[in-house]
């Protein structure tokens, strides 16, 4: 019996996964690093607003978080291409809270 979890078909559906999540999450103007520091539970609702099944590794998340970071490269080198313009950064603050400054 194989293992699943390791086969070229699991790795395959971990990649489009990975690539439907980041999608999703860069049009919202999150980072890799700001993905990497949610908490398990943000990760999961915002897999489902993605509407994906939440990644059950932390491999998949890793994944997102470096096609996100990609995205962002290759962003800010073609600043006029329409695949370049997000369009929800808005919904950022629905995700990654800013910091509170102390009075």
Not at 52 to 73: C, H, I, M, Q, Y
Request: charged share 25%; proline share 7%; no cysteine.
């Amino acid at each position: 019996m194989t293992d699943y979890a390791h086969s070229d078909q699991a790795s395959k559906s971990r990649a489009e996964k990975a690539r439907r999540l980041a999608a999703y999450i860069w049009d919202r103007g999150i980072t890799g690093a700001e993905l990497l520091a949610m908490t398990s539970a943000v990760r999961r609702k915002l897999a489902r607003a993605a509407a994906t099944n939440p990644p059950s590794t932390d491999e998949t998340w890793t994944g997102v978080a470096r096609l996100l970071d990609d995205k962002d490269s290759w962003a800010a080198q073609h600043p006029n291409h329409p695949a370049a313009q997000r369009h929800h950064t808005d919904e950022k603050l629905m995700w990654v809270k800013p910091p509170i400054t102390p009075w």
